[in-house]
């Protein structure tokens, strides 16, 4: 049976597809799984998910910042911005302080640990970038992140 | 406190992020969160985001495909596909079959539930898609397109 032979292949060429290969959503989705997935290779032994570290670097370069703040900033649901800081705070990364000017929010901030943990990652997230983006030219990547920055314009 | 007045309003111009705008895997999960959360505001009354309709594209496409070879396909863990198709199940828009070939492993087939609601799906994904596409000329869509499937190429 060709059909189960493809199934079991799993390689979305040997499927049909459809029209998801044109939608924009599907295409951005896939892309986006792949650069997570090689981020998680080199920092599997760090324990560092891509969305833990932009929300580290946020709150430390912007301390005091709310969770809500945050997940509007990162575009995710509050609720799960919640679960992110939960595990940050977990491994002492995060620490959250009653807020100065709105007692129903935290103030976010880094502690000594998570400082040091940033510095350590910053350099490997710059490796791994760099590593992704040898796919393009300099050209193609200058024009790809001008078409994604449009992207993000949508419905604002 | 200008630093807290910036996180109220928790738009990502506002602020510092440091290299995070410069890191393809961030500038790529912000774009793809934007189109999510357009898809979804058109699917809401739905109630299908869009890995519902992508899975279900391909088990109609491909009936009989497995999970494993679902998850392979989409991009995600084997433990979050089989999420996905519990709540697709829960729905009776996917029904799981005894594998004819794996006694381990269920064939994927779409409910005729399911399939009449894939094809009142389809022209709304094929709306929205277009409505996002409109923040690009034609050129930059292609060149767009052809980018995404440069990064998709990454670790194979």
């Given at each position: 049976m060709a059909g189960t032979a493809k199934s079991r292949k799993g390689n979305p060429e040997d499927l049909d597809q459809g029209l998801l290969p044109e939608l924009i959503g599907y295409q951005l989705r896939r892309a986006q799984f792949v650069v997570f997935s090689e981020f998680q290779k080199v920092m599997a032994d760090l324990e560092m998910t891509p969305g833990q570290y932009g929300v580290m670097t946020l709150i430390g370069r912007n301390?005091?910042?709310?969770q809500s703040a945050l997940a509007r900033a990162v575009g995710v649901e509050r609720s799960t911005m919640v679960a992110v800081i939960d595990g940050l705070e977990k491994n002492k990364f995060v620490e959250r302080r009653p807020s100065p000017v709105d007692r129903r929010s935290y103030a976010l901030v880094l502690t000594e640990t998570g400082e040091k943990k940033l510095a350590e990652l910053d350099p490997m997230v710059a490796l791994h970038d760099k590593e992704v983006s040898s796919v393009f030219t300099p050209e193609e990547k200058a024009t790809f992140m001008a078409l994604l920055e449009k992207v993000c314009t949508i419905g604002r």
């Open positions: 301390p005091g910042l709310t």
